[in-house]
């Protein structure tokens, strides 16, 4: 199958060019079995068309050879009525339009065309938001259909809200708990009511969805303040986790403060007792009869002990004077030559 067109989805009757007319039975087409829109007051609808006629053709689509409502169901409906009751003959042909479609597509101008063609209740506008999305996924799947920017913003043209109300009605659709869904049908919770039900947790939405059942009224503005508290609850649950938090992580640092300072301690406590064995080793020159038996090595290590006793004593210039000695000696050590 082609690619089609999104404005083909909103043409869809009578002046669509590429629909062909064709006079049908009633009884030879079937209903969608995805309509789950309202088929109330047929009997009136009977008569009025008995009265003025059928004013809009039925839409159908042809798929698989079967030809299926798009748009129409409670006008084919109520001329089957018109039919069993004696009011037209049995061999009456209806005008109809069709088009070759897939399911999806038929899925997808279905809605499209329910969206336009009838006044939804709040209950169905927001069952639509949710097969609309599903049937555009599809429908681009499986007919290469083109959707071009964000799908909420797309739902929103297809059914002439705005983007915000399709983001309510998915919250709806997606955390609204079977039993206040019914409730919400039935007309006992108002779209208002149900978008704030869906944001408790589900007992609670158990509890307003029992309510609505029992005939109480339900008040969105109850349900909000409900809501509102419960975000102020978990807010404050979970400031009071992040001060624990950061307490525990105080309480660590003070402890790691507090080990590093006995560290800090401890080997301040052992360079002093070093410093001080270091000392005793330094300020204790050989005894007179030692000193013949001494190599240069050994002045060596006396006099550098001595001169860590002095350090801080020493001047610029006597420093460049053993940074020269240590360079010369640091150079004979590579070449192998010298040396004690």
């Not at 409900?226 to 979970?238: D, L, P, S, Y």
């Not at 080990?259 to 005894?287: C, T, V």
Request: hydrophobic share 40%; net charge negative.
């Amino acid at each position: 199958m082609g690619k089609w067109s999104f404005m083909d989805l909103f043409e869809s009757g009578e002046g669509q060019t590429d629909f062909e007319e064709i006079y049908l039975s009633p009884y030879e087409v079937e209903p969608s079995e995805r309509n789950f829109y309202s088929q109330e007051n047929i009997e009136e609808l009977a008569d009025s068309i008995l009265t003025v006629g059928q004013q809009q053709p039925i839409v159908l689509a042809r798929v698989n050879g079967v030809y299926k409502i798009i748009s129409g169901h409670r006008r084919n409906l109520a001329n089957i009525h018109n039919i069993e009751c004696g009011a037209v003959p049995k061999e009456q042909k209806i005008r109809y339009l069709y088009k070759d479609m897939s399911e999806a597509m038929l899925e997808l101008s279905l809605l499209v065309g329910n969206a336009f063609n009838r006044k939804l209740s709040p209950y169905e506008e927001t069952e639509q938001a949710a097969r609309l999305k599903a049937a555009l996924i599809r429908a681009r799947d499986e007919d290469n259909l083109v959707i071009q920017g964000r799908m909420r913003d797309l739902i929103a043209e297809m059914m002439q809200t705005s983007p915000s109300e399709v983001a309510r009605m998915n919250k709806i659709n997606s955390s609204l708990v079977p039993e206040a869904k019914e409730q919400f049908r039935e007309g006992n919770l108002s779209k208002s009511a149900a978008y704030e039900t869906a944001k408790l947790p589900e007992e609670e939405q158990k509890e307003i969805a029992a309510c609505a059942a029992e005939g109480r009224e339900v008040k969105h503005k109850d349900i909000a303040e409900r809501v509102q508290e419960k975000k102020q609850h978990q807010a404050a649950e979970e400031a009071a986790k992040r001060a624990e938090k950061a307490a525990k992580r105080a309480e660590k640092a003070q402890i790691a403060a507090a080990q590093a300072g006995l560290q800090a301690e401890r080997a301040a406590e052992s360079a002093d007792l070093s410093a001080g064995k270091f000392g005793e080793n330094a300020m204790n020159p050989p005894e007179s009869n030692e000193k013949e038996a001494w190599g240069t090595r050994d002045w060596v290590i006396h006099t550098l002990r001595e001169l860590l006793m002095v350090a801080s004593h020493i001047t610029e210039d006597e420093l460049l004077v053993l940074q020269d000695m240590l360079m010369a000696a640091t150079e004979r050590s590579r070449d192998g030559t010298g040396g004690i």
